[in-house]
């Protein structure tokens, strides 16, 4: 990214099914890691209206995003193809059907995984970040941040 341009500001989705397993998806504009579904927000876009429309482009759901987990901070991320610095809202959301229809180009597989194992599959640090406030609130009670 050109320094010119500034920080990117992109926000995700951990779309939590009703059995509590966490969609990730491969994504290769992240070496093939396993990711969720999420990207850049749009001049003029909330948070919430950027997760419900990268989530149906990449995975073709609907969903209800319940609040955020976390904001993190990214900058020169390992593993992306390019050189970027992030700034990321990471949503809770629920999906209104679980019947995922991929893109192809931004998420090419898919897995519906157990916290836990979410936890041992995702390499990217602030990923892991998530998963680790999920599997705590989870157990502990949700104090999502509500941005609507």
Sequence with gaps: MDPK??????????????????????????????????????YGESIFDTVKREVKEE???DIEPMGV??????????????????IYFDVICK?????VKLDKFEATSYVWAEPEKALR????????RGISEYIKQKKEGFNLIDIS
């Design 121 to 128: 599959m995702v390499k990217h640090r602030t990923l892991k």
């Design 59 to 61: 995975v073709g759901l």
């Design 5 to 42: 341009l500034g920080v990117s500001v992109a926000a995700g989705a951990y779309i939590i099914d009703p059995k509590g397993r966490i969609l990730l998806i491969r994504a290769p504009h992240w070496h093939n890691q396993y990711m969720i579904p999420g990207g850049h927000i749009e």
């Design 95 to 99: 999906p209104r059907n679980t019947r």
């Design 69 to 86: 987990i976390i904001v993190a901070e990214d900058i020169f991320p390992k593993g992306h193809v390019s050189k970027m610095h992030y």
